[in-house]
């Protein structure tokens, strides 16, 4: 039977050399290599080729988050599962939207982390229950915070159309200063920063007949 293949990706050795240690104990597990930020993570990829990556998500020169997309192309079938302190749904359900099949906080427990692992390179997703209810509840506001009132969606609507404020204000008879309100109040509700991001977001989200 073929070894699982592991590269563990973390800035901290000693964390690196805990969980090699934790996973050298299994006969059926291999640690092929280690790095600490995700250049080097990229940089091994071809030359180990790992069947899984155990990888944090603060690390320096290049972080997780923006690692793992590029993982996914490398590798497009290498498991991915993170291994953070950030008990934050944010960094949860960016991690899976990039490409990760498993998160798992830091202080995880060795049962916990090697039934992770056996679920993950069998293709099965992997979030414990505080996991799972994190990230449900970032999402849930997600959907809050994307609802916007009647005349934020005709205003909306406008700009997709290519109008300026001025051409809106003439329109909808109202002053540029209002349409100006709505169009910051818009931008607040999506988190965009300009006008191509705000089209770009309310695509994304339906909100755009």
């Given at each position: 039977?073929?070894?699982l293949r592991i590269l563990l990706a973390d800035d901290h050795k000693l964390f690196r050399e805990g969980i090699r240690a934790l996973l050298e104990k299994y006969q059926h597990i291999e640690v092929v290599g280690e790095a600490e930020?995700?250049?080097q993570v990229l940089d091994l990829l071809q030359e180990l080729r790992p069947d899984l990556i155990l990888i944090d998500l603060t690390m320096p020169e290049m972080n997780g988050l923006d690692t793992i997309p590029q993982i996914r192309k490398i590798l497009p079938s290498?498991?991915?599962l993170v291994l953070s302190m950030h008990e934050d749904g944010n960094y949860i359900v960016k991690s899976i939207q990039s490409g990760a099949n498993a998160?798992?906080?830091?202080n995880v427990?060795?049962?916990?982390?090697m039934e992770a692992i056996k679920k993950v390179t069998i293709g099965e997703k992997y979030f414990n229950s505080k996991v799972s209810e994190l990230m449900i509840e970032t999402l849930r506001k997600g959907q809050v915070e994307v609802n916007i009132t009647a005349r934020e969606k005709e205003i909306l609507q406008l700009v997709a159309n290519g109008l300026?404020?001025?051409m809106i204000a003439d329109r909808l008879f109202l002053s540029t200063r209002t349409v100006e309100t709505h169009r910051v109040n818009i931008m607040k509700k999506l988190k965009v920063n300009n006008t191509a991001e705000l089209i770009k977001k309310a695509a994304e989200t339906n909100l755009l007949d």
């Open positions: 039977m073929d070894k930020n995700g250049h290498i498991h991915i998160y798992l906080f830091k427990d060795e049962e916990e982390l300026s404020t001025k």
